[in-house]
């Protein structure tokens, strides 16, 4: 697991009224498919190639709402999350944000919980370019519509020519150090934090968004993100992963990613884990790009010795660029040692961060019968599900 503090942070702003969503609460709290809009759009940040530190920018009334919310869709990544109460403006709010995140963050995202279905690829993209650029960098589409301009008595003066113009998403991303100065020197309201940003005398790039991205805002809005959520559910796939090793008393034992000292280890060209291989084959069937040999090899030198939390964040990533999250892992552990039960919880804490998904492992035995009966090595059976990103 990485130790290091994280240098990408991430607010989430869920602090507005929404009114023209016509809700009896704030936008971010409504239902949408079973969820609340604030919950999904939390889904595709913990699905981010860099671990971040999130907070979440919420009505003073309803932090502790909002911290149940963002605990549940973080899962094992909860201690990342945080909640502070917004402002009277967005402007306000995001600043209520940035005082929230760490001295290690050097890219601050900031994001729209209303652009609930926004993929995890844009995250990602923003977070690369600023890397790359050292500019304020913000996602978007291109005009479809003829675009107008017209006078005070809506007379059309002129057609604008919308090849130089983009709809503009979030989540937008800046500098740390860049956006704070900016900040601090705002001395009026902008419409963004882009125009804030470009407002300070800070160049401000485009790179593309994704239609998926669209912000809800009427109940329009709201039945449109069911429908895609709704016509994505039928979408969920199921993969299996079955993984065998015998053991090797000269080998360390490595299962479930765990290290188990003074127990009979596993002969194999990496670690011998069988739990992790099986994970790993089970999610790239799911997601129809392949298995564990074509993937990585069987016989690669880059995965000599290799543990099994290697190829798991290579398999999360892939799954990643192919536009799957995960839903679920399970894995049933079938051999006579080592005793699994006590490490269960461990196993299964382990395994479920590096997935960002729950896994959930059994153990049992074959009562003698068979190679895992006379203890001769160790079968994992796993089961995942995949779905769509915005699922």
Known sequence: MNSRPPIVGVIVVAAGSGTRLGADRPKAFVELAGRTILERSLFPIFGMHREAQVVVVAPQ?????????????????????????????????????????TDSIRIVLVHDAARALTPTSVFDGVVAAVAQTGSGIVPGVAVQDTVKRVDGDETVVETVDRSELRS?????????AALDEAYAAADAEHTDDAALFAAAGNTVSVVDGDAASFKITTPWDLRRAEGLIAAQGSGIRTGIGVDVHAYDESAELWLAGLHWPGEPGLAGHSDGDPVSHAVTDALLSAAGLGDIGSVFGTS?????????????????SKLLDAGFTIG?????????SPRFSPRRQEAESLLSGLLGAPVSVSATTTDGLGFTGRSEGVCAIATATVMPQYS
Not at 67 to 74: F, V, Y
Not at 168 to 176: E, H, L, V
Not at 302 to 316: C, K, N, P, Q, Y
């Open 61 to 101: 009334d309803l932090v502790v709402e909002a911290g149940d919310i963002a605990a549940r869709a973080a899962g094992p990544a909860a201690a990342a999350v945080s909640v502070v109460a917004g402002g009277p403006s967005r402007q306000q709010s995001v600043a209520a944000g940035l005082a929230a995140l």
């Open 328 to 336: 679920n892992v399970a894995v049933q552990l079938i051999g006579n």
């Open 168 to 176: 503009i998403q979030t989540p937008q991303a800046f500098p740390r």
């Open 300 to 316: 690669d030198p880059e995965f000599s010795g290799a543990h099994g939390e290697v190829f798991l964040r290579a398999t999360v």
